[in-house]
């Protein structure tokens, strides 16, 4: 399972960080990714993290301002996410590929349930 947690209402400018719990796999066999859904949108990709080739990866538009890490103890992946604006405002989820980062949404094969992150002008 993936349990994404820590959504909520935050003003521009401001920080969250975003838990992903998982369970009943490691993060040696699978890369977790951090998508992201606006009203009216398509999903998007913003992050993964891959232990197998040890990797990360950002959408052009959150770059420097959000960070992927993992806690492998802890079996949980984090999204930091600084320096937020208005347009990050979206659900967020956590899902898992096999191995290493993908960019095809299609890949990914177990999705959490997503959080609400409403950022405030």
């Known amino acids: 399972q993936l349990q994404a947690s820590g959504g909520g209402l935050v003003q521009a400018g401001g920080s969250l960080r975003l838990p992903c719990a998982a369970s009943?796999?490691?993060?040696?066999?699978?890369?977790i990714g951090w998508f992201r859904q606006a009203p009216g949108k398509e999903r998007e990709r913003v992050s993964c993290?891959?232990?197998?080739?040890?990797?990360?990866h950002y959408a052009d538009s959150v770059k420097g301002r959000f960070t992927i890490s993992s806690d492998n103890a802890k079996n949980t992946v984090y999204l930091q996410m600084n320096s937020l604006k208005p347009e990050d405002t979206a659900v967020y989820y956590c899902?898992?590929?096999?191995?290493?980062?993908?960019?095809?949404?299609?890949?990914?094969?177990?999705w959490g349930q997503g959080t609400l992150v409403t950022v405030s002008s």
């Open positions: 899902a898992r590929t096999e191995l290493i980062c993908r960019t095809i949404e299609g890949r990914y094969d177990y």
């Open positions: 009943g796999f490691t993060f040696d066999d699978y890369a």
């Open positions: 993290i891959s232990s197998s080739d040890v990797s990360t």
